[in-house]
């Protein structure tokens, strides 16, 4: 079994079949620290968290982790809190950072005796249709090199050797530009809120998450195109100032900015997610938008409904898991992503004076009354938010 990347499908996947005694080696083009040191998601769903616990896999999320349950809206109308723990399913966020969820997972992996090879990037993957699939690698020193297995599972992100391989013709590619481009930064600051903030504002859409107590996510909705290093420090502070309202609701809590990404909000899903003996999972078979934090949690998802096929598989020879993984997991997918669409339209309506935005605006304007209001449909909301 070769497993392609080691993110938090690969590794999340190559810990479960190694549960199973199933020999699979990991591939990972990157090195150690950088694996370990990548900066990404970080909240979890319920789902999320009984998968890893279920798989003796939640140590560090169980003594580090934070709840989370609110969320915080801002906008031109005024500002409402939704505690999404107690609407819907009723049920929280963990936070828990992903560097340091796949440092448990790597951890975890290794100490059970699994083998992984980082600096070896998966070229191309070969013969998916035979029985011994071939995976061409370059090794660290710049060789190239070959690996072979009975099945192998693209977790290498939708850059990845995984999707590049599938042959032309045998795979339907969804793709959607929500055409709003974000610009994520990682602040040494505490949180400046007990809450998920999402601010809307003429200027444009802002957002709050934690991710420890004294680093926080912001986002701010930026101009496509624009290098992320544009803005100034202090630019960058009195903007989210401004569109989070701080006159109204207090300054946020300001310090280094040491980390910044532009994030043009795409979306896409390849289908079927599996090719013979190739499979895809995580951002190689989706790409969601951070709208609505789901990228990670369908990624873990996917891992285990995939380890549990491929163990059949491998162990009894029961290959119904494997014939039925891709719907299972595009039903998920596609749930995930007709919510994070809709979060898109609610946090961001286009500025112009034409009809159509300005039909837009009102569209959004109409959403956040209901959500305000609506029992109902903050039910709906929660259920959505924190489910997978
Ligand atoms: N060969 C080997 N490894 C590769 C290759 C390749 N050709 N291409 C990419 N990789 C590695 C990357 O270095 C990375 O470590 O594959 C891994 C993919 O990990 P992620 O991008 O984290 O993707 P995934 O595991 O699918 O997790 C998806 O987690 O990162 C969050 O929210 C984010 O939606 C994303 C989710």
């Not at 900066?39 to 890893?52: D, E, I, M, N, Y």
């Not at 070959?146 to 099945?151: F, N, P, T």
């Amino acid at each position: 079994m070769v497993i392609l990347g080691a993110g938090p499908a690969g590794l999340v996947l190559a810990n479960i079949l190694r549960a199973r005694g199933i020999d699979c080696v990991v591939l990972e083009r990157a090195g150690r620290t950088h694996v370990e040191n990548r900066a990404r998601a970080g909240f979890l769903a319920p789902h999320t968290v009984r998968v890893l616990d279920r798989h003796g896999l939640a140590d560090g999320l169980s003594l580090r982790g934070l709840t989370h349950c609110t969320c915080e809206f801002r906008t031109d109308g005024g500002r409402f809190r939704l505690d999404y723990s107690r609407l819907g399913q009723g049920e929280p966020h963990t936070v828990y950072p992903q560097q340091n969820l796949v440092t448990d997972l790597l951890a975890a992996y290794l100490h059970a005796g699994g083998r992984i090879h980082f600096g070896v990037e998966a070229v191309a993957v070969h013969d998916a249709d035979g029985v011994r699939p071939a995976v061409s690698v370059r090794t660290p020193d710049g060789r190239p090199g070959r690996w072979r297995a009975r099945y192998v599972a693209g977790c290498d992100g939708r850059h990845g050797a995984a999707r590049r391989s599938l042959p032309p013709g045998t795979a339907r590619h969804h793709h959607r530009d929500h055409g709003v481009t974000w610009l994520g930064l990682l602040a040494e600051a505490p949180p400046s809120l007990d809450a998920v903030g999402y601010a809307t504002h003429a200027r444009g859409f802002a957002g709050h998450m934690a991710r420890t107590s004294t680093v926080t996510r912001y986002y701010l909705q930026y101009e496509r195109g624009a290098a992320p290093d544009a803005w100034s420090q202090e630019r960058i502070w009195d903007e989210l100032d401004l569109r989070m309202r701080a006159a109204e609701y207090g300054p946020l809590r300001r310090g280094p900015v040491v980390d910044r990404s532009v994030i043009d909000l795409e979306s896409d899903v390849i289908e079927p997610l599996r090719h013979g003996a190739l499979f895809l999972a995580g951002d190689a078979a989706s790409l969601i938008s951070p709208s609505a934090a789901k990228g990670a949690n369908l990624a873990v998802l996917e891992a285990e409904l995939l380890a549990r096929a491929l163990g059949d598989a491998l162990v009894t020879g029961d290959v119904a898991g494997l014939d039925g993984y891709s719907a299972r997991c595009l039903e998920h997918i596609w749930r995930a992503q007709e919510f994070s669409y809709w979060m898109i339209a609610l946090l961001h309506a286009p500025s112009g004076a034409d009809d159509e935005a300005r039909f837009q605006r009102r569209l959004r304007h109409s959403r956040m009354a209901s959500l305000r209001t609506t029992r109902s449909f903050q039910d709906w909301f929660a259920e959505h938010y924190v489910g997978v």
